[in-house]
């Protein structure tokens, strides 16, 4: 089956600095990936998405990166905030398939 | 603003108990999902549905049942609550269509099974 996985469990960034998540997925026919932030106690929230004919998306102070060689995605947060500090997940899903498949999340924890 | 509100934010059953988890939202989406999240293993798929009175089996649907009885209620069923059930359950919802795209989540319902 397919696997979402992230490469740094948790990541500890200077207030200020930029930050970058990474995802490795295993099923080279997914067409769409989300990233996801989870706060302490609440449900993910959708940060922002692209699809396989991307590879750069952007969004306010985060940008998504997708090498589709390598299966590789990532999650760039520029100027990182105390409120940024969360969980940050990964999820890709095939629309043959019609699943979406979610990694397990990294920690991000941003130092004052 | 989409808005998936989910029954309770904290359960404690004892084993053998029948829980009722029920979800709601309000976007007049198609597609409900419910998952459960435990530590390392990311987001698994219970079950989902495409439609009222509608339902399809995730990845991980033993032990669990589902209702989808209005468009905007999804309600997960244990019948007989386990200990290996504690859990996170979060419930999502998306627009209509296969493979339809963002999914919104609910804040989680955290449920401890003694």
């Known amino acids: 089956g397919e696997s979402v996985g992230l490469h740094l469990p948790t990541l500890s960034v200077q207030e200020g600095d930029n930050s970058i998540i990474n995802c490795a997925y295993s099923?080279?026919?997914?067409?769409?990936f989300i990233w996801y932030k989870q706060e302490s106690g609440k449900g993910p929230q959708f940060i922002i998405d692209?699809?396989?004919?991307?590879d750069k998306r952007q969004g306010q102070r985060v940008t998504v990166l997708l090498n589709k060689t390598v299966k590789h995605l990532s999650l760039q947060i520029a100027a990182t905030q105390p409120g940024d500090s969360a969980v940050y997940f990964c999820?890709?899903?095939?629309?043959?398939?019609?699943?979406?498949?979610f990694g397990s999340g990294t920690k991000l924890n941003v130092k004052p | 603003d989409v808005k998936v509100t989910q029954s309770s934010r904290y359960l404690v059953k004892r084993t053998g108990e029948k829980v009722f988890l029920e979800c709601v939202q309000d976007?007049?989406?198609?597609?409900m999902f419910w998952y459960r999240q435990d530590p390392g293993l990311g987001l698994r798929l219970i079950y989902f549905s495409y439609d009222v009175k509608m339902k399809e089996k995730g990845d991980i649907p033993e032990g669990y049942s589902v209702s989808r009885e209005k468009k905007e209620r999804f309600s997960l069923i244990l019948e007989s609550a386990s200990t290996n059930q504690t859990s996170m359950y979060l419930c999502?919802?998306?627009?209509?269509?296969?493979?339809?795209?963002?999914?919104?989540f609910g804040p989680g319902t955290r449920l401890t099974v003694l």
């Open positions: 099923n080279s026919a997914s067409d769409y």
């Open positions: 999820a890709e899903m095939s629309y043959n398939f019609n699943k979406f498949y």
């Open positions: 692209i699809r396989s004919n991307m």
């Open positions: 999502a919802s998306s627009p209509p269509g296969p493979g339809a795209d963002t999914q919104y």
């Open positions: 976007m007049d989406h198609e597609n």
